[in-house]
């Protein structure tokens, strides 16, 4: 399936434009929590940072223990500096979390103070900061996003919890990436999952993204949280504690945090696409359309085997894949098409409700064993809102973590009645897939493109894209 590099035509992939100043990069480090054991490695993180984030250019501020309403009056601050001059703008939260993307600011036994991140990240709209429209504004988040673990081993890191205050209103304020272009969250774990930490080192997760940070061979942040994903799983799965790092993104473009390094790619920092057949790409859909023919041409134009089916059917065929063998495939590509889909929840023809994330789960490495390792892509095309992708599982040991090499990509964003033009979405997504993909841009180049083209079309949501990715995707 690989073409020769005589083959491959020479595409310049879109760049954020890059400033003087890379920007700030601010830093909320909680080592004392009210009511939660206490953090002192947590520091070490912030120690790394600073190092680390200089490397490539940001300015570095810190703060330790603040309070909830200190929190929001600082990114205040930062909403209304003059940001014109930067590349980016960027914020690192290091903390108690839980459930839903509960985060914890320091006086939590006092006020109860949990807060969300869609209320940080609203901060930071074009309308809240016109100064940071059109540039990259990124998010890392090092905490619990549950209490779940992927195997029964001795637990280092902190637990999750749910916020025992939370109103009802509140209980569905889960993350929601802003309806707006240009936002990048990465999180150290998948929904439901432990962060972990340990003393010597801080957070496993802020290690590793500062050794990749400090590496003159990474300057694409794609690239870069892409290593840190593989890093953070293949560690935390030596030390006992699997930890399988995730981001969301609607970037347009690709950001280079520093000068790109003139070393060819690494062949060990790629997914290998070397058997004879791609795999096997489902088309499930409520009925017939040009859509479901186009994403057909596009499929078996990148090699896959396709078929279409019913939304209905989607069961039946995961029971059925998944007793198959596919050590002979590189991949597996699914695309859903419905009309409905709430709280992650799809609707089949019949009107009948299921769970994304139990669909999604059935790929996952111990349930399909010999997909284990390879990317398994998810594409689905609705309307959709306050949605969450997983629950947290005990399972037995395997070598790396089993939510690992999942890709999701969302035809519109996670925002309160969201609506996307579904069509010129499949559209966008098979024309670029047709066209680039053979011309050795890797998936994820390929997506930002595709979102920066949804959103110069006024009136249209940009699509959003979910991480777990250990290695890039090249379909050539």
Request: proline share 4%; aromatic share 8%.
């Amino acid at each position: 399936m690989q073409e020769s590099s005589e083959q491959l035509i020479n595409v310049e992939v879109p760049l954020y434009p890059n400033y003087e100043n890379t920007g700030k990069l601010v830093v909320f480090y909680n080592t004392n929590v009210a009511g939660e054991e206490p953090l002192a490695e947590l520091a070490k993180d912030a120690e790394n940072l600073q190092v680390a984030a200089k490397s490539v250019g940001f300015d570095v501020d810190t703060y330790q223990n603040l309070k909830r309403h200190e929190i929001f009056e600082k990114l205040e601050g930062y909403t209304k500096m003059d940001h014109s001059k930067c590349t980016c703008f960027a914020v690192v939260i290091t903390t108690h979390g839980g459930e839903e993307d509960i985060l914890w600011a320091s006086d939590k036994d006092e006020n109860n103070a949990f807060y969300y991140l869609n209320d940080m990240l609203n901060n930071f709209r074009s309308k809240n900061c016109p100064n940071l429209k059109e540039k990259p504004k990124l998010f890392f988040i090092n905490a619990c996003r549950g209490g779940a673990e992927d195997r029964v081993a001795p637990h280092t890191g902190t637990r999750g919890t749910v916020a025992t205050g939370a109103t009802e209103e509140d209980k569905c304020k889960i993350l929601t990436v802003p309806v707006e272009a240009d936002f990048l969250v990465a999180h150290a774990s998948c929904p439901g999952y432990y962060a972990t930490s340990e003393a010597e080192v801080g957070s496993i997760f802020i290690k590793k993204l500062c050794d990749v940070l400090k590496n003159d061979e990474f300057s694409d942040l794609f690239d870069i949280l892409t290593n840190v994903n593989e890093l953070t799983a293949r560690e935390s799965c030596n030390e006992g504690d699997i930890q399988m790092p995730s981001f969301t993104t609607q970037l347009t473009a690709s950001l280079q945090l520093r000068q790109p390094s003139k070393s060819p790619t690494k062949p060990e920092s790629n997914y290998q696409m070397n058997n004879a057949e791609r795999g096997h790409c489902y088309i499930f859909s409520k009925e017939a359309s040009a859509d479901e023919n186009n994403i057909e041409d596009t499929g078996k134009h990148l090699g896959f085997y396709v078929e279409k089916c019913m939304l209905s059917q989607m069961q039946e065929i995961a029971s059925k894949y998944i007793e198959a063998k596919h050590e002979n495939h590189d991949c597996f590509m699914c695309v859903i098409k419905t009309y409905s889909f709430e709280h992650d929840q799809l609707t089949n023809e019949s009107g009948e409700k299921f769970l994304l994330k139990h669909f999604v789960y059935r790929f996952h490495g111990n349930e399909c064993p010999s997909l284990h390792g390879k990317p398994k892509i998810f594409i689905v095309q609705a309307p959709y809102r306050k949605s969450k992708l997983g629950n947290g599982r005990k399972e037995a040991k395997i070598t790396i973590p089993e939510t690992a090499d999942t890709l999701i990509v969302y035809s519109t964003s996670p925002e309160p009645n969201s609506q996307g033009n579904g069509t010129l979405f499949v559209e966008t997504l098979c024309k670029h897939l047709q066209d680039y993909a053979g011309a050795g841009i890797d998936l994820m180049s390929i997506l930002s493109m595709i979102t920066s083209k949804m959103s110069k079309l006024v009136g249209l949501h940009v699509p959003s894209v979910t991480s777990q990715l250990r290695k890039k995707v090249f379909l050539h």
